[in-house]
C-alpha cells in the first residue's frame, strides 16, 4: 500500500491531480467558514441545535454540508441542491421519452443532460435559499428585516447561498477535469469527513465526564464501526454473476460466439439512493412540525391528533425506525426496477446468440433474471435498513449519543466514495504498469 503510494506521487500527472484535488478541497473548507452577512451565527446555531437532532433530515442536510448549514456559511447548500436535481433528471429521463431519448444519444446526449441538470440545480438553489432565508428571519438571526435595509438583507443573503451552491458544483466539474476525478463525490466526501473530528470530540468528552459508563461504550461504538466499514466495503464488492453462453456460428472460414461470460449483478447496485428517498419522505412530518409545533395543552380530537402524529413520526420513537426500514426496503425495489428490464436483457441476449445454460430464451430468461433481481435486491435493501436505523437505535439506547453525526448513513457514503476514488487511481496507475492500490 505505502510503495503504492510512493509510485502513484513519483508520477508527475497523477501528483498534480492529487495536488490540484487537494486544493479544491480546501477551497470548500474555506467557504463553508465564511459566514453570509446579516445573520446572527449563535441563533441559527442555538435553533439547529434544537431541531437537526435524533438523525433527522435536517441533521442529515448539515452532516452532508460539513456542518456549514448549522454556521450559516457561502456553502450552507454544499452539493444538496445539484444532488437532488440528480435525482429528479433521473427518474424523469425514464419517465418522458425525450429525455429517454437523450440518455441514448451518447456523449452529445449526456451533455444536455448535465446542463438541464444545472439548471434544474440552480432553481432548487434558489427555492432552498429562500426557504433557509424565511426560517433565519423566523428564528431571529437576520439583522435587517424591515425597510429597504430588510430587502437588501434578503436579496444579499439569498444571493450568496444560491451562488455557494453553484460554485461548489463548478469546484466538483473543475476536479473532474484536472482532478482524480469524482469531484461531486469527493466534495460530499469531504463535507462529512469533516464532521468526524467533532463526532470524535463528543465521544472525548463524554468518556472525560464519566469513564466508567463511556470507556466501555466509546471502545464497543469503535468496535462497531471498523466492523460496519468491512461489512460496507464487503458488500459494496459483492456481486452476483449470472452465466452467459453464446452459441457458435461460422461466418465464411471464421468461426465466431461459443464464449462463456457472465452479467455482474451488484448486491447493493443502488447506493444510498433508497436511503434518500426514505429520509426525505419520513422528514416530512418533522418539517411540518418545525413550522407548526406541537401544542402544548392540546383541546379537542385534532390537536390531539396533531400532536400523536408528530410523536409517531418522531426519530425517538421504534415506529419511525421500523417503517424507515419498510420504505428502504420499497425503495430499493423501485430504483433497481428502474435500472435493470430483465425483458430488455433477455431480448438482447436472443439478438447476440446468446443464453442462460438451461434456461430456454425469451420469456423464461426474463423470469429467471427477474427472479435473480428480486432475491439479490432483497438482500441489498436489509443491507441499506440496517445500515440506516443502526443511529436511531443507537440514539435510542443512550441520548447523549444522538449528537453522532458518523451514522451508517454517512459511513455508506464515505466508504462508496472512498472504493470509488481507489478504482479510479487504480486504472490510471495500471495505465502506468505500476501495482495497484486493490492488490
Known amino acids: 500500500m505505502f510503495q503504492t503510494m510512493k509510485n502513484a506521487w513519483s508520477v508527475k500527472e497523477i501528483r498534480k491531480k492529487l495536488l490540484f484535488t487537494l486544493f479544491i478541497i480546501i477551497i470548500f473548507r474555506f467557504g463553508s467558514a465564511i459566514t453570509v452577512p446579516f445573520l446572527d451565527v449563535t441563533e441559527v446555531q442555538k435553533w439547529m441545535d434544537q431541531n437537526a437532532t435524533g438523525g433527522n433530515f435536517l441533521e442529515y442536510l448539515n452532516v452532508l454540508t460539513g456542518g456549514a448549514l448549522s454556521k450559516a456559511t457561502l456553502f450552507s447548500l454544499s452539493i444538496t441542491p445539484f444532488i437532488n436535481s440528480s435525482i429528479i433528471v433521473q427518474l424523469l429521463t425514464y419517465a418522458l421519452p425525450p429525455l429517454e431519448r437523450l440518455q441514448n444519444e451518447g456523449e452529445t446526449g449526456r451533455k444536455k443532460l448535465n446542463q438541464i441538470t444545472a439548471i434544474v440545480a440552480m432553481c432548487l438553489a434558489i427555492f432552498m435559499s429562500i426557504a433557509y432565508y424565511l426560517t433565519l428571519k423566523n428564528m431571529g438571526a437576520v439583522t435587517y428585516t424591515e425597510g429597504f435595509e430588510g430587502w437588501f438583507a434578503m436579496a444579499v443573503i439569498t444571493c450568496s447561498f444560491v451562488a455557494g451552491a453553484m460554485l461548489v458544483v463548478w469546484l466538483g466539474n473543475r476536479v473532474n477535469d484536472k482532478g482524480i476525478g469524482n469531484g461531486v463525490s469527493m466534495i460530499l466526501f469531504a463535507g462529512i469527513v469533516a464532521r468526524f473530528p467533532t463526532d470524535v470530540g463528543t465521544l472525548i468528552a463524554l468518556t472525560k ?8 461504550v466509546t471502545i464497543l461504538i469503535a468496535l ?14 459483492s456481486e452476483r454473476k449470472i452465466p452467459i453462453q453464446y452459441a457458435k456460428r461460422v461466418v465464411g472460414r471464421k468461426q465466431y460466439g461459443g464464449q462463456n461470460t ?3 449483478v451488484k448486491v447493493c447496485m443502488s ?13 416530512l412530518p418533522s418539517t411540518i412540525g418545525m413550522f407548526k409545533p406541537a401544542y402544548t395543552n392540546p383541546e379537542g380530537f385534532w390537536q390531539n391528533f396533531y400532536n400523536g402524529f408528530l410523536n409517531f413520526f418522531s426519530t425517538h420513537s421504534i415506529w419511525y425506525a421500523i417503517i424507515y426500514f419498510i420504505l428502504i426496503i420499497a425503495f430499493n425495489y423501485f430504483y433497481v426496477s428502474m435500472q435493470y428490464n430483465p425483458i430488455e436483457i433477455a431480448n438482447q441476449l436472443r439478438q447476440n446468440n446468446g443464453g442462460i445454460p438451461g434456461i430456454r430464451p425469451g420469456k423464461p430468461t426474463s423470469d429467471y433474471i427477474h427472479r435473480v433481481l428480486s432475491k439479490i435486491t432483497l438482500v441489498g435493501a436489509f443491507f441499506l435498513g440496517v445500515i440506516a436505523i443502526f443511529p436511531i437505535f443507537l440514539g435510542m439506547a443512550d441520548e447523549s449519543l444522538r449528537s453522532l453525526s458518523m451514522g451508517g448513513t454517512t459511513m455508506l457514503i464515505v466508504v462508496s466514495v472512498a472504493l470509488e ?7 490510471q496507475m495500471m495505465m502506468r504498469h505500476h501495482k495497484g492500490f486493490l492488490e
Open 224 to 237: 462497531i464501526f471498523i466492523f460496519m466499514i468491512g461489512f460496507v466495503v464487503f458488500m459494496n464488492e
Open 421 to 427: 476514488t481507489v478504482r479510479t487511481l487504480e486504472s
Open 271 to 283: 447506493g444510498v439512493m433508497p436511503i434518500i428517498f426514505a429520509m426525505s419522505f419520513m422528514s
Open 209 to 216: 465526564d464519566n469513564t466508567a459508563k463511556y470507556l466501555p
Open 262 to 264: 457472465h452479467i455482474p
